[in-house]
């Protein structure tokens, strides 16, 4: 037998509707605030990751999916949805006469190498959004105000909205400094990966799954120690926006998030859900550098990215009502072959009216039939009978009080839309 692959899922079923139910509220929730949607390709120049989400990174170094394609490229399945955004800009020149800054969502599969386990996965999905084009506080606001919301619409009440700055480069500078300085002595206490890191990347250091949560590390120098006057203000505004807006964040002067490309705002959201415990479900910041590093013009922008999986799981595990649709409106009975053929006639008429309606595929005759309109939950039953339709009728039956109607085949859908 030929099983899925480890770390991959097939969705079908509750879990396919509880999917449908959360594409609709992160849908709307997107169209309020202008996010156009946008679908970039799964694969991509292995370039494009190893430039823009960086070498140094775990997600790059270690957990791509890298293949060579029979024109001898190389390809990687993307591990994060930014990059692929920025290049879609770049390749189009929005930039051009661009008056308003560009604004996309995506939802979509990403590919990681990772060790699975319960909610990290090698096929994830994942819901972001990307402002490009301004740099502005109040784009940094809009950003976190639409992850914030959404998770608030979502039923996820309790999450935290972590919020941190590296400032712009020269404060990054001084702070990367600062840090390889202070990590230097402790070298031999840290991992193999992040001995590497000090010198190369110090920052990541502060994000290492293993290393993380060592007292060295909850020791480090702050980011916001480092800042010069214009980044302190710039976050000083952002967290009075947050303020007025009414959004609860918490301060984390470590918090730098796993890529590279960040500058400025990093955010993080985090929960915590029961039988789960403190779990991250989405994160982004300001990316000021990354369009310049894939050979467009200096563009701002500012993203975030949710994991979809983790924060369908934390609904659940939660207790979130998806409203999920229990049942069928309609179940068409029918026996004989004329019988079928107004049973198909009938099914598209309803189905293009709005009521969900199923019928039988496998000629089960009445008996049958009543058991499967009850195994769906179907509200109504048609029964239709050669008799009844010499006067153009079918037999309309209430499926929870048992009460029968004959009802004119042209009154049909009118009869059941008043029964709704
Ligand atoms: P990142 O792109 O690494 O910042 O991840 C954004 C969010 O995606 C995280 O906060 C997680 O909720 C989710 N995520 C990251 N990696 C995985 C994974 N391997 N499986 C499932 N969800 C993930």
């Given at each position: 037998m030929i099983t899925k692959q480890k770390g991959t899922m097939d969705i079908y079923g509750e879990e396919s509707q509880k999917r449908m139910y959360v594409n609709d509220i992160l849908r709307s929730i997107c169209e309020k605030y202008n996010y156009s949607y946008i679908e970039t390709p799964v694969f991509e120049a292995s370039e494009l990751f190893h430039r823009a989400v960086g070498d140094a990174t775990d997600i790059v170094s270690k957990e791509t999916y890298d293949f060579v394609d029979r024109g001898n490229r190389n390809l990687t399945l993307r591990p994060e949805g930014t990059a692929g955004v920025c290049r879609w800009y770049i390749e189009n020149k929005l930039y051009g006469n661009q008056t308003e800054p560009v604004k996309?969502?995506?939802?979509?599969?990403?590919?990681?190498?990772?060790?699975?386990?319960?909610?990290?996965?090698?096929?994830?999905?994942?819901?972001?959004?990307?402002?490009?084009?301004?740099d502005d506080v109040l784009?940094?606001?809009?950003?976190?105000?639409?992850?914030?919301?959404?998770?608030?619409?979502?039923?996820?009440?309790?999450?935290?909205?972590?919020?941190?700055?590296?400032?712009?480069?020269?404060?990054?500078?001084?702070y990367r400094k600062a840090l390889i300085e202070y990590?230097?002595?402790?070298?031999?206490?840290?991992?193999?990966?992040?001995?590497?890191?000090?010198?190369?990347?110090p920052l990541r250091v502060l994000d290492c799954k293993i290393d993380g949560e060592k007292d060295i590390l909850l020791?480090?120098?702050k980011t916001t120690n480092y800042l010069n006057e214009t980044s302190l203000n710039r976050y000083n505004k952002l967290k009075e926006y947050l303020e007025l807006l009414d959004i609860n964040y918490k301060e984390n002067p470590r918090l730098v998030r796993g890529l590279d490309y960040y500058d400025h705002t990093v955010f993080e959201i985090t929960a915590d859900v029961p039988e789960m415990g403190n779990l991250a479900l989405g994160g982004g910041g300001r990316y000021n550098g990354l369009i310049e590093l894939l050979d467009g013009p200096s563009v701002p922008a500012v993203g975030f990215a949710m994991g979809y999986d983790r924060t369908v799981m934390a609904m659940?595990?939660?207790?979130?009502?998806?409203d999920?649709?229990?049942?069928?409106?309609?179940?068409?009975?029918?026996?004989?072959?004329?019988?079928?053929?107004?049973?198909?006639?009938?099914?598209?008429?309803?189905?293009?009216?709005?009521?969900?309606?199923?019928?039988?595929?496998?000629?089960?005759?009445?008996?049958?039939?009543?058991?499967?309109?009850?195994?769906?939950?179907?509200?109504?039953?048609?029964?239709?009978?050669?008799?009844?339709?010499e006067n153009n009728e079918v037999n309309v039956k209430d499926n929870l009080t048992k009460e029968e109607e004959k009802v004119n085949i042209n009154n049909l859908v009118e009869y059941l839309d008043s029964h709704r």
């Open positions: 996309a969502y995506y939802i979509g599969k990403m590919y990681r190498y990772d060790r699975p386990q319960l909610g990290r996965y090698r096929e994830l999905t994942q819901f972001g959004i990307e402002l490009i084009g301004s784009a940094d606001l809009d950003v976190i105000s639409l992850a914030y919301n959404t998770y608030t619409i979502l039923g996820l009440k309790d999450v935290t909205i972590n919020i941190n700055t590296l400032g712009d480069k020269e404060s990054r500078n001084n990590l230097i002595p402790y070298k031999e206490e840290l991992c193999e990966d992040c001995k590497e890191r000090i010198e190369k990347n020791n480090a120098p659940t595990y939660t207790g979130v009502n998806f999920t649709k229990d049942g069928i409106d309609i179940y068409i009975m029918y026996v004989s072959d004329t019988e079928k053929e107004t049973a198909a006639l009938l099914a598209q008429d309803l189905r293009l009216n709005d009521f969900i309606t199923e019928t039988d595929y496998l000629n089960k005759g009445l008996k049958g039939e009543f058991k499967s309109a009850d195994r769906l939950k179907a509200k109504y039953l048609i029964i239709i009978n050669d008799q009844d339709l």
